[in-house]
T-cell receptor, first 115, second 114 residues
Framework: DAGVIQSPRHEVTEMGQEVTLRCKPI?????LFWYRQTMMRGLELLIYFNNNVPIDDSGMPEDRFSAKMPNASFSTLKIQPSEPRDSAVYFC?????????????FGEGSRLTVL | DQQVKQNSPSLSVQEGRISILNCDYTNSMFDYFLWYKKYPAEGPTFLISISSIKDKNEDGRFTVFLNKSAKHLSLHIVPSQPGDSAVYFCAASRQYSGNTPLVFGKGTRLSVIA
């Protein structure tokens, strides 16, 4: 079975450019999460969706970040404009069960470098 | 303010010995705890969990211990193997609050030396 699929795996861009990260969750999973991993903050939740509806976006750093889930099989995380401090690994995860159960399945991540 | 703390960024252990990874939490509402393991260039994968009604949960070479009064948990790996070299994330949640997502620590990088 295919797991969570993220693209691109690596992205290098210049400050000020728009970045779009993509995620395809596991089929049938009702919950989708976007996490960011940095050395300083570890794994932090940015936003999560339930049945394509954003439930908690309190982790989104600022208005430059936006996330959408137009259907059950696709989500995007957009950064516009990007800044060097956005450099991190961005993980998408999906879950069949509610978020408190911890049964998250992560993708391989998108490593973003903003120069 | 970190609610889940992993104060050791890294740990090195000889193959065959015990690895002990520690985690502290500050939120007394947390009652379900998990460990995830992450290899380079891969996403984290679930390893083991424990509910606050228990103080120990074992799965093969992996055992998690929970000390609620100290708000502390630890992951023991016995015996350690080179394939255990990875970053280990501790996470916590509220078991009966469905919309409360996991809170992760910063991770501890374990190196098992052959």
């Amino acid at each position: 079975d295919a797991g969570v699929i993220q693209s691109p795996r690596h992205e290098v861009t210049e400050m000020g450019q728009e970045v779009t990260l993509r995620c395809k969750p596991i089929s049938g999973h009702d919950y989708l999460f976007w996490y960011r991993q940095t050395m300083m903050r570890g794994l932090e939740l940015l936003i999560y969706f339930n049945n394509n509806v954003p439930i908690d976006d309190s982790g989104m750093p600022e208005d430059r970040f936006s996330a959408k889930m137009p259907n059950a099989s696709f989500s995007t995380l957009k950064i516009q404009p990007s800044e060097p401090r956005d450099s991190a690994v961005y993980f998408c995860a999906s879950s069949l069960a509610p978020p408190n159960t911890g049964e998250l399945f992560f993708g391989e991540g998108s490593r973003l470098t903003v120069l | 303010d970190q609610q889940v703390k992993q104060n050791s960024p890294s740990l090195s252990v000889q193959e065959g010995r015990i690895s002990i990874l520690n985690c502290d939490y500050t939120n007394s509402m947390f009652d379900y705890f998990l460990w995830y393991k992450k290899y380079p260039a891969e996403g984290p994968t679930f390893l083991i969990s424990i509910s606050s009604i228990k103080d120990k949960n074992e799965d093969g070479r992996f055992t998690v211990f929970l000390n609620k009064s100290a708000k502390h948990l630890s992951l023991h790996i016995v015996p350690s193997q080179p394939g255990d070299s990875a970053v280990y994330f501790c996470a916590a949640s509220r078991q009966y609050s469905g919309n409360t997502p996991l809170v992760f620590g910063k991770g501890t990088r374990l190196s098992v030396i052959a």
